[in-house]
């Protein structure tokens, strides 16, 4: 870190240290505006060039009451003049807006890390709610950190005042001023955060003055006050040429789905019922009807599988898009799908389980519901997201895969994924493959229609209602092999059941091979999936830079496995599969490949630190 002296703009200096990366977390009671604070400070520092990648935490309670901890909304920014892939292990500066957003985030911010605290916060009342015997600003408990205790409450009210707001909404205003704050702390733009306030507060410019000056007063006291006497930059990264916008997961997947149904020329169609954190994607879609989107909020989750069943009859580019609870519901739907054998897309953005479990919280828990989770022998192809950005392209190959070879697909994203946000760039429309569906229009060479005649990759034809002479039956009961006719000979299930199980198989011949990152053989290869790939990644990339032989192999397509697979796990004397479950993957290759995989598993809602999974690689290399 290099330290310089620069003049403000008022005329004093202070010193300027530069970094090469930082993490921010905001965090406060659930109606204190953390998540606006947090989104505002990192489309910000988009702008400035940095690399980012944010992790938003929400309470559980819809209604907590105000101030206790159960009721604590959160929301951490990395960003860096380099490549990252995570929100942060650790904090370098904490905003606190009341005690129990300290207490339930003070373990995160480092040693000698920067603490800004809304001290008019921290009465009697607020200190109890939070559990505090005594003071924590008063009893020295704070000292290792660079502590600024400021009256945010007080100098917002008097910075507003003056808009004819009443006290309520005055405070509202209070997020801005610990904006304004870290701004400056950072050497952050106030201009993009201005123009939000001018597009969204427009209609109310009472309001959009004192937020305005809410911001400016919090930036101001930073630059004033002499007790904060270091200011931060960080330098814009060195990203590939492009256009690039901050997305978030579900966005990017919303994104994805509208692209893959243009580039297919389908319409798309979304049936879906309303779950953390999963409904983002139903709210995107239903803005877009400009592209065609329909989208069907039903009445539960069956009602929206069997709708998606519908639409993919039709002829549409048919989705549904739940968490682990309502994937269960749709369970029986999907049997239905796959026996019918009608290409769509099924999305699981997974979150904390069983039942309602952690309805804010990220987890991986899901792959064995997507993998063996419905009655009798029911397949699909399942895949599964890396990144934020990453749900833009995994819906799309998706989609590719569903259609050739005529099958309902799993996707699976999970919350960290869902909220979490990184750079996207802009990929143009040439840069996208184009999927060319043929519907059969005619008899495909025999006297009558066989709806279950198959090609070389065992797909069956995609016949839409209505065309003549292409009259078929379609429906849950077991099909005869060619004419679609219901049957229940012995043989002839057995046939289907293996012709379905086989043509899932065969997906394995038109998916990339496994790459690596590292040597291709070696003492450990850390094998993840999903959202943590970020973490894993980094961790392997630090063990790298230290001198030890360790490879990073990160599955997306997970059913089936690719085919080169079994051979990069024999090329490794051990393999570490990091998951947010309590073993997964791991029992899958296992039992796939009788390889001796080491599980290493956390169910806490959180992800992984890049820390945590360091020591982890390092003490199995010790060995």
């Known amino acids: 870190m290099a330290t310089i002296t620069a003049p403000s703009p008022n005329g004093t200096a202070k010193p300027v240290a530069q970094l090469e990366d930082a993490t921010v977390r905001f965090c406060g009671d659930s109606g204190d505006g953390m998540q606006l604070a947090g989104t505002q400070f990192t489309n910000t520092s988009a702008l400035a060039g940095n690399d980012v990648a944010t992790f938003p935490d929400f309470p559980a309670e819809i209604r907590a009451p105000r101030g206790t901890k159960a009721g604590v909304s959160g929301f951490q920014v990395h960003f860096s003049s380099n490549d990252i892939y995570t929100p942060g292990d650790t904090v370098d500066a904490l905003v606190a807006m009341n005690p129990a957003a300290l207490v339930t985030n003070l373990g995160d911010l480092r040693e000698g890390g920067v603490l800004l605290i809304n001290k008019d916060a921290f009465d009697k009342k607020g200190l109890e709610q939070a559990g505090y015997k005594t003071n924590p600003l008063e009893d020295g408990s704070l000292n290792k950190y660079k502590m600024h205790a400021v009256e945010m409450t007080k100098l917002n009210r008097l910075a507003v005042e003056g808009f004819g707001l009443s006290q309520k909404e005055a405070d509202l205003c209070r997020n801005f001023f610990a904006m304004g704050l870290v701004f400056w702390l950072y050497d952050r733009s106030l201009e993009p955060t201005m123009r939000f306030i001018a597009q969204k507060f427009g209609k109310r410019p009472e309001v959009a003055q004192a937020n305005t000056a809410s911001l400016k007063a919090g930036y101001n006291y930073g630059e004033t ?314 961790a392997v990339h630090k063990v790298q830079r230290s001198g030890k032989n360790v490879s990073h192999c990160h599955l997306r397509h997970l059913n089936p496995l690719p085919r080169n697979l079994g051979q990069i796990l024999k090329n490794f004397k051990r393999a570490l599969v990091p998951e947010l479950n309590l073993g997964q993957l791991r029992m899958i290759l296992r039992s796939e490949y009788l390889v001796d995989a080491i599980g290493y598993n956390k169910v806490q809602g959180k992800p992984f630190s890049v820390a945590e999974l360091v020591e982890k690689i390092e003490t199995l290399l010790n060995k």
């Open 225 to 538: 006050v002499e007790a904060m006497s270091t200011q931060y930059q960080v330098a814009p990264a060195k990203l590939p040429a492009g256009k690039y916008r901050n997305i978030m997961g579900n966005t990017a997947l919303a994104y994805g789905l509208i692209a893959a149904a243009r580039l297919s020329n389908k319409r798309l169609f979304l049936g879906a019922y309303p779950i953390t954190p999963a409904s983002d994607i139903l709210h995107e879609l239903s803005t877009h009807k400009n592209f065609d989107v329909l989208t069907f909020q039903a009445e539960d989750e069956i009602a929206a599988m069997t709708a998606t069943v519908g639409a993919a009859f039709a002829g549409e580019m048919a989705v549904t898009a739940s968490s682990g609870p309502g994937i269960a519901l749709k369970a029986e739907a999907m049997g239905l799908a796959v026996m019918t054998e009608l290409p769509m897309l099924v999305i699981n953005v997974q979150r904390g389980g069983p039942s309602t479990g952690l309805p804010t919280k990220t987890e991986q828990a899901d792959l064995t519901q997507a993998m063996f989770g419905r009655n009798g022998e029911c397949p699909m192809p399942v895949l599964a997201a890396r990144s934020p950005a990453d749900c833009f392209y995994i819906v799309q190959e998706a989609w590719r895969i569903a259609v050739r070879y005529m099958t309902p697909v799993i996707v699976l994203t999970d919350g960290y994924l869902a909220n979490g946000s990184e750079p996207w760039k802009i990929p143009s429309s040439a840069e996208l493959p184009r999927l060319e569906i043929v519907h059969p229009v005619e008899p495909n060479g025999a006297e009558a229609f066989l709806p279950y005649a198959r090609d070389e990759r065992l797909a069956r034809p995609w016949a839409t209602p209505g065309t003549p002479q292409l009259m078929h039956r379609i429906g849950g009961l077991e099909k005869q092999d060619g004419t679609g006719n219901v049957s229940y000979d012995p043989l002839n299930h057995e046939h289907m059941v293996r012709t379905r199980a086989k043509k899932v198989a065969l997906v394995a011949d038109d998916i990339p091979l496994q790459t690596l990152d590292g040597p291709e053989q070696g003492d450990l290869v850390v094998v993840s999936w999903g959202g943590t790939y970020g973490a894993c990644a980094t």
